[in-house]
């Protein structure tokens, strides 16, 4: 079941019956299976129905704790050894291939599962049941195996006072992206878009490194900052370009000469994991943009498309947050 988003929190009346809200994680999306029988095969699915258990030896070996016939529904991380949870290593580890590359990625980012649902209990389905009472479920489960980690449990919560607290506070942890509302009397229904996300958002400043379109007509711009060394390091890029943003910007840019700019030769991907490559045209780095976003980032880059708020020609290129 996935989730629409949202721009603010929903108001109690949002979805009928009554609604819960949990944690968003910044991590991959799985559907976990058990089998049927003691000690056999556990199965780790992603979203888009990628076979990846090989990938996770711990987890699987993790899995003697959950009973068979147990289908599960959460989100898959990693931690660094601080402790801090690391969408980069969780890609690294996803795409190992090499089994002695894979047991030194178990060593180095140990996995962990977070999770919000249950599809299926002792063989038996429960897709139909609502959302309160697979929670109920959920919550006997973790309590009748003590379960501890790589199993997580999700926190929800029915009080719209803590759910905003979460928003605003919470999410200032790295891994946390916002919450998931969900009724509490829903069904579960694979595919449909019945639940409610609103991911956390901030503004800052970003210097203009480069835009795809014209001067005269940019369409996106490419951003970045500069590092305790002085070199502009790319933090992301925005999504399109209003008509009316696009046309305050147009007499603001200029061009970078030829052998002049930081990124002379880079690439930029035109989506996060895309093979396209951005047509850009580089900009001298002396415009700052306020723009709007959210709190994903792997290794200073924000994965998710930011939005421009405005350009301020009051900003120093000196006050812009350092990389």
């Known amino acids: 079941m996935l989730a629409q988003a949202r721009e603010t929190m929903p108001g109690p009346g949002a979805l009928r019956g009554g609604m819960a809200v949990e944690l968003k994680w910044d991590g991959y999306r799985i559907i976990l299976f058990t089998s049927s029988r003691p000690g056999g095969p556990v199965l780790l699915q992603t979203r888009k129905g990628g076979l990846i258990q090989d990938r996770f030896p711990d987890l699987v070996a993790a899995a003697s704790q959950l009973p068979p016939g147990l289908v599960l529904d959460g989100e898959?991380?990693?931690?660094t050894g601080d402790g801090v949870m690391d969408f980069g290593a969780l890609q690294r580890?996803?795409?190992?291939?090499?089994?002695?590359?894979?047991q030194a990625l178990v060593k180095a980012f140990p996995a962990y599962v977070v999770v919000f649902d249950v599809l299926q209990v002792a063989g038996q389905p429960v897709l139909a049941e609502r959302y309160e009472r697979r929670r109920s479920l959920l919550e006997s489960l973790f309590a009748d195996h003590a379960l501890t980690p790589p199993w997580t449990l999700c926190p929800s919560t029915t009080d719209l006072a803590v759910a905003r607290e979460w928003l605003e506070t919470w999410t200032?942890?790295?891994?946390?992206e916002g919450v998931v509302c969900k009724g509490l009397h829903q069904t579960y229904r694979p595919g449909a878009r019945g639940w409610l996300?609103?991911?956390?958002?901030?503004?800052?400043?970003?210097?203009?490194?480069?835009?795809?379109?014209?001067?005269?007509?940019?369409?996106?711009?490419?951003?970045g900052r500069f590092d305790a060394e002085g070199r502009l390091r790319h933090v992301g890029k925005t999504t399109g370009l209003s008509p009316a943003a696009a046309r305050q910007l147009a007499d603001q840019l200029t061009a970078a000469a030829p052998g002049t700019h930081p990124w002379e030769g880079a690439r930029f991907s035109a989506?996060?994991?895309?093979?396209?490559?951005?047509?850009?045209?580089?900009?001298?780095?002396?415009?700052?943009?306020?723009?709007?976003?959210?709190?994903?980032?792997?290794?200073?880059?924000?994965?998710?498309?930011?939005?421009?708020?405005?350009?301020?020609?009051?900003?120093?290129?000196?006050?812009?947050?350092?990389?």
Do not use: N
């Open 76 to 79: 898959l991380m990693v931690l």
């Open 172 to 176: 200032r942890a790295p891994g946390i």
């Open 271 to 323: 989506g996060w994991g895309s093979s396209s490559v951005l047509d850009t045209t580089l900009i001298v780095p002396d415009r700052v943009a306020e723009v709007s976003v959210d709190t994903a980032r792997d290794r200073g880059v924000w994965r998710h498309p930011v939005r421009l708020v405005r350009l301020r020609a009051d900003v120093p290129v000196q006050d812009v947050q350092p990389y």
């Open 93 to 102: 580890r996803a795409a190992s291939g090499a089994p002695r590359t894979v």
């Open 197 to 223: 996300k609103v991911r956390a958002r901030q503004t800052t400043e970003a210097l203009i490194g480069a835009i795809t379109g014209s001067l005269g007509r940019p369409h996106l711009l490419v951003l």
